[in-house]
T-cell receptor
């Protein structure tokens, strides 16, 4: 079955610390990859996406992600987090052959000022 | 261009009641879907549609019905509400083709409480 797994459920960091959130997916075919962010009380917003080409993609607010096909991974990174990055982050995979967008369980990020 | 519009934003139901969550998009997207969001479980796909007249089940379809009579609308029906259906519901739409710039857009969400 198609699935997406996020390794960390809750991450607590201090401001200026570096961030890396893991995401792995099952399936060996063509996929499109996304990271969404949900700030408290708000709906999901697209942070960045990967379709093809350079496996290192840059998104908004200084976030980036690296697609490693051999590891079925799409990890999210940010060199220096800010208090305003406190939110829940979701990895999502659009699997080919049907267009189903499957989400990971989410990672809640708390940044201490 | 309103994007994806969900109504209502909040709803309280009694066990056994039925209701319909509305979702409409004005982007001419073929693909629409419903998710429920529960703490620690991410967003789970309830039902989805790849075009008018075509629907299919997602991961957690039980207790929900959908139909897609037009490209724009994709309502979600709760047949007999249960407390386990207390959740936040999101509707999403996209072209569904996987082409470049094919991104899912989400509605604002419906917070449903079943008592």
């Amino acid at each position: 079955a198609q699935s997406v797994s996020q390794h960390n459920h809750h991450v607590i960091l201090s401001e200026a610390a570096s961030l890396e959130l893991g995401c792995n997916y099952s399936y060996g075919g063509t996929v499109n990859l996304f990271w969404y962010v949900q700030y408290p009380g708000q709906h999901l917003q697209l942070l960045l996406k990967y379709f093809s080409g350079d496996p290192l993609v840059k998104g908004i607010k200084g976030f980036e992600a690296e697609f490693i096909k051999s590891k079925f991974s799409f990890n999210l990174r940010k060199p220096s987090v800010q208090w305003s990055d406190t939110a829940e982050y979701f990895c999502a995979v659009l699997f080919s052959g049907g267009g189903k967008l499957i989400f990971g369980q989410g990672t809640e990020l708390s940044v201490k000022p | 261009n309103a994007g994806v519009t969900q109504t209502p934003k909040f709803q309280v139901l009694k066990t056994g009641q039925s209701m319909t969550l509305q979702c409409a998009q004005d982007m001419n997207h073929e693909y629409m879907s419903w998710y429920r969001q529960d703490p620690g479980m991410g967003l789970r796909l309830i039902h989805y549609s790849v075009g008018a007249g075509i629907t299919d089940q997602g991961e957690v379809p039980n207790g929900y019905n959908v139909s897609r009579s037009t490209t724009e609308d994709f309502p979600l029906r709760l047949l007999s509400a249960a407390p386990s259906q207390t959740s936040v519901y999101f509707c999403a739409s996209s072209y569904g083709t996987g082409r470049r710039n094919d991104v899912a857009f989400f509605g604002q969400g419906t917070r449903l409480t079943v008592v």
